[in-house]
């Protein structure tokens, strides 16, 4: 293929390489938490649990991908990917218990991290000056999946059935991301990568970045704005229902977070390259943080709606844009293992200080939500703070 045409290339193979396991992270549960939960005799809090075993796994091999890229490379990354969600497919089309689709969910999460860091990486290298931009298309191709393919999912469920559909979806994407993974390569020889003062960055290894202050504040936002971002998708439809909204109503406020998640991935990737990172991300998280405070003064849909949108656009823009910020901060060459282990923040942590503390403090002051919002908000606005005063960290620090 002429030199031209192999960075758009690659751009087109990472973008729909992602998508698959998109899908079944964000796509396929919805459709099928229905299905399971009859089949199995399982609550909905049961089936809610894949959420976390999706996360474990991702959580758990971020760095581990990054570090095996750098001796494989790229494609064949890619390829134990596809290999282990289209493996997690023909698992669960056979699975007599709730039990097997934690084991399905534990390896879809892997997976994403399998397909997520090459192709972040991949992007970011073809288009160094656009790095935002990029891998924020990237990143929006993964969160948009799910909205994309679940009425597909619907629709081979009552075609199929449950058994013969997750079985040919696995054979059928393996096969595509067979055909994908050769494109999904970096140029030979990248241009340098431009930190915020157009200078040359050093580029640290990830024992190295572990030793710098900007690392750790890049972990705690990670952690912070993640746990306030995914604690809408479960406190949205019960905050609709506490001011008296109908079900399709208390819907709609989580349609509109999930569109604005969304979206927002293309944008703020494209604007931190013109704007800078700082700037795009404090606006984001800075008025997400001052939606969740005024969520708890607002009743009517449109209201609710548009204030819950400004928080999934700070979400959307924390995986748009962290991505690149990591790199000007501490380099491509081992971005994909540093990037993995600023992932673990949001794998390991975010669950854990935001839908379950936010749960258990509903439990403990039920319909407190003027409490529960204001943590939110609070970690959101903590994160714009951090946000600003890191900087490209060239050298240990402690």
């Not at 079944?24 to 909905?44: H, L």
């Not at 604690?231 to 989580?254: D, E, F, K, N, R």
């Not at 494209?270 to 404090?282: E, N, P, Q, Y």
């Amino acid at each position: 293929m002429p030199f031209r045409y192999q960075g758009p290339a690659a751009v087109l193979a990472s973008c729909a390489a992602i998508f698959f396991p998109g899908s079944f992270i964000f796509g396929f549960p919805g459709v099928m938490a229905a299905y399971w939960q009859e089949t199995f005799d399982v609550s909905r809090a049961d089936v809610g649990q894949t959420l976390f075993f999706v996360l474990a796994g991702a959580g758990i091999f971020m760095f581990l991908v990054g570090r095996l890229q750098e001796r494989i490379g790229t494609a064949w990354t890619t390829v134990i990917g596809a290999l282990l969600y289209s493996t997690a497919a023909l698992l669960v089309s056979r699975a007599t218990s709730i039990h097997g689709v934690y084991g399905w969910a534990f390896m879809v999460g892997s997976s994403s991290a399998f397909v997520y860091v090459p192709t972040l990486t991949v992007v970011q290298r073809w288009y160094p000056r656009w790095r935002g931009l990029y891998a924020g298309l990237v990143s929006m191709c993964f969160g948009i999946s799910g909205a994309l393919m679940a009425p597909l999912f619907n629709h081979l469920l009552g075609r199929l059935g449950f058994a013969d559909m997750a079985a040919s979806l696995g054979s059928f994407m393996f096969f595509v991301a067979i055909l994908l993974a050769p494109f999904i390569r970096p140029p030979a020889a990248p241009a340098p990568v431009p930190n915020a003062d157009n200078a040359t960055l050093m580029s640290l290894d990830g024992f190295q970045s572990l030793r710098t202050r900007s690392f750790w504040l890049l972990w705690a936002m990670f952690a912070c704005v993640g746990a306030a971002g995914v604690s809408m998708v479960t406190l949205s439809a019960g905050y609709g229902l506490h001011v008296g909204l109908t079900m399709t109503q208390a819907l709609a406020i989580l349609m509109a977070f999930n569109i604005t998640n969304g979206v927002s991935r293309l944008l703020s990737g494209f604007l931190s390259d013109i704007t800078g990172r700082k700037i795009v991300m404090c606006t984001a998280f800075f008025a997400a943080g001052m939606a969740y405070y005024l969520l708890p003064f607002v009743s009517h849909v449109a209201a609710v709606s548009i204030l819950a949108a400004v928080i999934g656009f700070a979400f959307g823009t924390l995986f748009a844009v962290s991505a690149p910020l990591v790199s000007d901060c501490f380099g491509m060459q081992h971005f994909g293992s540093i990037f993995g282990l600023v992932f673990t923040a949001f794998g390991f942590v975010s669950g854990a200080i935001g839908p379950w503390l936010g749960g258990y403090l509903l439990d403990v002051y039920p319909g407190n939500y003027h409490l529960v919002f204001g943590y939110m908000g609070s970690l959101l606005l903590v994160s714009a703070v951090m946000v600003w005063v890191i900087s490209p960290a060239v050298e240990c620090t402690f």
